[in-house]
Nanobody, 118 residues
């Protein structure tokens, strides 16, 4: 069983920045081989992809965040990061991480709330 713990969310004004972290723990074999991703969800809506990062370092972003968000990882810590700059009110959501691409997702963590408001 694998546990995902997201952190780093909070309340920020438009134009501000946040850095999210996601630590995966438990029965994990070769985290470095996995494509990992960040997703976000607002009330009443489905969970949408924000960014994916392959084992080879290839990153893919949703068009709404391209140029503002950067996904990265530290395989030695089974951790994925999401640096979010120039935040907008429409970025307000609960953010989750999980495996991505062709990898079946693990059970979802509790997510971390990001609120962008003046």
């Amino acid at each position: 069983q694998v546990q995902l713990v997201e952190s780093g969310g909070g309340y920020v004004q438009p134009g501000g920045s946040l850095r999210l972290s996601c630590v995966a723990s438990g029965n994990i074999f070769r985290f470095e081989d996995m494509t990992m991703g960040w997703y976000r969800q607002t009330p009443g809506n489905q969970r949408d992809k924000v960014a994916h990062l392959t084992s080879g370092g290839g990153a893919d972003y949703a068009s709404a965040v391209k140029g503002r968000f950067t996904i990265s990882r530290d395989n030695t810590k089974n951790t994925v990061y999401l640096q979010m700059n120039n935040l907008k009110s429409e970025d307000t959501a609960v953010y989750y991480c999980n495996r991505a691409g062709t990898w079946l997702p693990w059970g979802w963590g509790q997510g971390t709330q990001v609120t962008v408001s003046s």
